[in-house]
């Protein structure tokens, strides 16, 4: 049982780790020793510049993550998770600094894209049957989300969905 614990753990590291590894040797610094955390960074801040040309209406919730793993449930406390909209009117949801498991060596920023949503008398619904999530802008086929299904209602989102065979729920509020 542990060495699925540990499998899982190395497996989202590595995928992390190999995501940023991919970087561009561009946004190196002069010396071309940039640490993984300062890539993850300059990402974020690209992901943010690209966000803000393709969405508007950023809002970020804090609260609670809960992983469903080998029967045991694993809860996460203060994950940020910021809700937006794409072009088109979907939703997307940045999960920051994500660990999933306790043994997981890194944290993650995962992004649940363009997911369907209707908005009545002020409660938006998004739900979608399977969605590829991406980190740092590169698709995660492995970890694709199932049966996502969401409500963001005044200061406060929840949602479910599994990425792969991991049940995941996430209840948060408006972060001030």
């Known amino acids: ?7 899982w753990a190395v497996l989202l590291g590595a995928l992390s780790f190999g995501a940023a590894s991919c970087e561009d040797d561009d946004d190196d610094d002069a010396n071309g020793s940039e640490t993984t ?5 300059k990402d974020d801040k690209k992901d943010d510049k690209k966000g803000s040309e393709e969405t508007s209406d950023t809002t970020s919730y804090i609260g609670q993550m809960f992983v469903d793993y080998s029967d045991l449930t694993y809860r996460s406390d203060s994950v940020s998770v910021k809700s937006s909209y794409d072009s088109l009117g979907n939703v997307n949801l940045d999960l920051l600094g994500v660990r ?23 409660v938006i619904t998004f739900q979608a049957d399977t969605v590829v999530p991406t980190m740092s802008s590169r698709p995660v086929e492995k970890y694709t989300a199932y049966d996502i299904k969401g409500e963001i209602k005044g ?3 929840t949602f479910s969905l599994k ?8 209840k948060g509020k408006l972060q001030e």
């Open 1 to 7: 049982m542990k060495f699925k614990y540990l499998t």
């Open 37 to 41: 955390d300062e890539k993850d960074k």
């Open 100 to 122: 999933f498991v306790p043994q997981m060596p890194v944290t993650v920023n995962l992004t649940v894209p363009s997911i369907p949503k209707k908005q009545s008398e002020g």
């Open 155 to 157: 200061d406060s989102i």
């Open 163 to 170: 990425f792969g065979d991991y049940p995941t729920s996430y």
